[in-house]
């Protein structure tokens, strides 16, 4: 295999084998690639090689990894010098040659002796070269002292080997696993495991199969972490470990144990360890390549992979008193890191004091957003069948609340289903069990109807606990979900804001308040609550400038859920906007954090369904639609509101179907985000529009609800035929920012003043839409110019290419499928890595799969 990022010492190494005589050191530890550097320069140098291998002075007779390579056997018999001047005049009549003495370190010093000889008078045509490792030697000066022995003018070179920087450690793996570029995150992981040494990354590579298509880097990754450390690894820092006093390798068994860069005193502590023997453990340990400081006054095993091998030395008993007196030291500083503390008390016995650090680690990752990490601990503990039910039913609802919104909430749920069963006496323990099951299924899950019999059944059991009672009576009362009217919705929340009260604003409190705006921006009444919950009911009433800023506070949050929340409600904004640059990718790669989120994906694939509809693909946006529709058969009623009115706007939808939806609008007071479906509904101009018109119009006048209001233009302009009023609703729809619906108001407009013979309002509509993007409706515009006698030419532009990929997607598609980054990919076709991604995720789309593993089967040469 090729021999990558070593370029410059490969260039000088070579230079100084031209150049007999001379000396070379090639100096490096263990696994950084000496002996393969030596051998590619000796692959291409004709002269004659003469290789002697050194090894630990135990297993060798002196002189013999000189002797050994000589070309003719040499008497040891005679003083030491006649020995010398023999051995240097079968390297004089040798010809061109190189003497290559392997592992200097482990030499004897008679060895040392017989070469410092032969530096001394180096025959003309032979170079020396000796490879050692600085660390593993306590002899490194007489070892350097060959290059002093040469005669005046001879050469002496010295080539330093360090462990691979990131581009070579990326390159290296990639030819190893016969990939053209790797994953930046499998290239970190490869770094952190073996500190950039070659030899290592292919020992812990060598078995790992890719298969076909992209690199799974997750899964490599795993695999990795359950390898051993590499034979020679082990036993070269056996070696050392063996080689130092015994206070320094007690520092180095507690880094290893601690296994996190650490300070002098918390690894002296660990260490038991004290006084100047700490600096001096920590010295000898640096110099002889155990330690590393990564930062000023931390100190860490060089690798991950080291650490292991270190590791698996110390005796077991051992072990776990490290362990434990790991979790003391750091328990005594400040702030105490709990996870650390829990992980030490766990491996060194101590269960009481795991249980207790590892929840106050689940609340602390809990406040900073990590949810994975409270999953982890709390999942973990939840193990432990001993603890008495109520502990595990209080763990239970920390996993409800901590579990990830766009990771695996199918275990958290089975998970508090078996501790639910566990006890069927009702009690405040059980019913916060209940209330935190019943929100993820309904707010997470989008098991709407299963949520609201948990929260339903958590109420009964919550009368000594008032304050989680209210939540779960304001989780309920919020009218986008469920089939409940809203006079008892209201009655609900009536109910949670009396328990509540206007005591101190703790976590119950902040949730029915939360609730409560909720309630209120379904209703059409604007609340001042801040969120993005606040900024999605605000969107829907047409408030898109403030919902925007609500937004753009909330962008640089790291939850999950509320990141893809933040999507679907700006694709929402940006469709009515007619901002639709991009927005398919947009919704493409939100859909792929959205697998696990029902509802989110719902509200992602209306927008999806509504943009595919107007760009002319109605079978995709028919499809996505319908399954909206699927998915939301107890809410929330915006969106399925949504989708069935863009349903019976392009493609044919039963009438049962658009009454239902429009009976769950009454039943929930849901005129403020119902405009459009009332629009298609007074459209069909049956007997009850007039009627349905004047009861949409009575509402919203009380109303805070931009788009219902500019929508109550739109229907009185259907039941009225008025070019005014549409003329009306345009002007209302572009005051709020919705262009796209603007321009739907025009095109009713143009198309009444096109029956009056005068098409040019008409025409300017379907060049807006075609200029938007919307090529479908603009062709629903021309083909009603056409049917009018009017002669339009069809638009012309950049070809098209519809489900099929372009040749440049297909490009891009193929490279991915390869496994190459999209920064590689971009540097590969001359493109910007936003242009990249645009081209795969257009790609992805129109092969319909989710993610860029899946490329290969269907994007073959």
Known sequence: ??????????????????????????????????????????????????????????????????IEALPEPVLRAGTRHAVFASVLDQLANAGPAVLLIEDLHWADPGTLQLLRFVAGR???????????????????????????CVPAGTRATEVRLRPLKRTGVQDLAAGFLGVKSLPPSLTGALIER??????????????????????????????????????????????????????????????????????EALLGAVADVSGSQRLTALDTGIARGLLGEPKPGLYD?????ARRAIYETIPPDEVRRLHRRAATALAAVEPPDHAQIAEHSRLGGSLPDWMIHAE????QAQARGDHEA????????????????????????????????G??????????????????????????????????????????????????AAIGELGEDPESAAWALSALAVPTAGVEPIAEQRDWLERALLLVGDGTEGEAQAAVRRNQARFRLALGEVDEADGVEVASGLAWLGHDRRSTALLDRAAETVNPFTRTEIVATRARLDLAAGNWEGLADRIARARQEAAALPLLRAELDLVDGRLRLAQGDVAGGKELLESVLAATEHGPWPVRATATAALARYAELPAASIQDCLAMVIRKDGWAWAGELIAVVVGQRDAAADRLAAEFAAAVAKRDAPAAAAAVSMVRAVVEDSVELFGLAAEQYRVIGRRYD??????????????????????????????????????????????????????RGRRGYGNALSPRELEVARLAAEGLTNSRIAATLTLSVSTVEDHLSHAMRKLKVRSRHDLAPLVKS
């Not at 095993?301 to 992979?305: G, N, V």
């Not at 603890?387 to 609340?401: E, M, T």
Request: glycine share 8%.
């Open 1 to 66: 295999m090729k021999l990558v990022g070593r370029d410059q010492e490969l260039r000088v190494l070579r230079n100084a084998v031209r150049a007999a005589p001379g000396v070379v050191l090639v100096v490096g530890e263990a696994g950084v690639g000496k002996t393969r550097l030596v051998t590619e320069v000796q692959t291409a140098h004709s002269a004659r090689w003469l290789t002697g291998q050194c090894r630990p002075v135990e297993d060798q007779l002196p002189l013999s990894p000189v």
């Open 122 to 148: 180096l025959p003309r045509d032979l170079v020396l070269i000796g490879t050692y490792r600085e660390e593993d030697t306590q002899h490194a000066g007489e070892i350097t002292a060959l290059a002093g």
């Open 194 to 263: 073996t500190g950039g040494l070659p030899f290592v990354i292919e020992e812990l590579l060598r078995g790992v199969s890719i298969g076909k298509g992209a690199i799974d880097t997750p899964a490599i990754v795993r695999a990795l972490a359950d390898k051993p450390a590499p034979v020679a690894v082990r036993a070269s820092l056996t070696i050392r470990l063996q080689q130092v006093p015994d206070y320094c390798r007690a520092m180095i068994r507690a880094a290893a144990v601690l296994d996190a860069p650490a300070s």
């Open 301 to 305: 095993l060089r690798h991950t992979l």
């Open 360 to 363: 106050l680690a689940a609340d």
């Open 374 to 405: 409270a999953v982890g601990q709390l999942t973990e503990m939840l193990q432990i069948e001993a603890l008495p039910w109520s502990d595990r039913a209080r763990l239970a609802f920390k996993l409800g609340q901590a579990t990830s919104p």
């Open 407 to 456: 990771g695996h909430w199918q275990d958290a749920v089975a998970t508090m289903e078996a501790v639910l069963v566990e006890s069927t006496v009702a009690s405040p323990v059980r019913g916060r069990l209940r209330l935190a099951l019943g929100l993820l299924l309904q707010e997470r899950a989008g098991q709407i109807s299963a949520g609201r019999r948990e929260l339903l």
């Open 742 to 795: 603007e321009t739907i108001a025009l095109e009713g407009r143009g198309l009444r003043l096109l029956a009056d013979g005068l098409p040019d309002e008409f025409l300017s509509v379907a060049n807006t839409y075609e200029a938007m993007g919307a090529r479908g409706d603009a062709r629903r515009c021309r083909e009603a110019l056409r049917a009018a006698g009017i002669a339009v030419s069809p638009k």
